[in-house]
């Protein structure tokens, strides 16, 4: 596991206050975990914030697994 997807499911974890690393990477967050849209947008924050990217708010939508949130992270890291 990379640094990238610890962090993610540490913050996860905080979001849901559930251990993150029990989600399966391929498991879908808001119809698996149970995020909800207020959710969403609180792990788009951190992922902004963490990582110092900016992504374009039109891929939050493609954030729908812990694999793809590596993958859009690693896409628009500078």
Known sequence: ???IEKTIREE????I???GFEIP???NLT???GLDSLNVLELFGMIEDKFNVLVPPERVSDM????DIVSII???KS
């Open 1 to 3: 596991m990379d640094n």
């Open 12 to 15: 996860l974890g905080k979001i």
């Open 17 to 19: 206050n559930k251990d």
């Open 25 to 27: 990477s391929d498991a």
């Open 31 to 33: 119809e698996e975990v």
């Open 64 to 67: 729908k697994t812990i694999n």
């Open 74 to 76: 690693n896409e628009f």
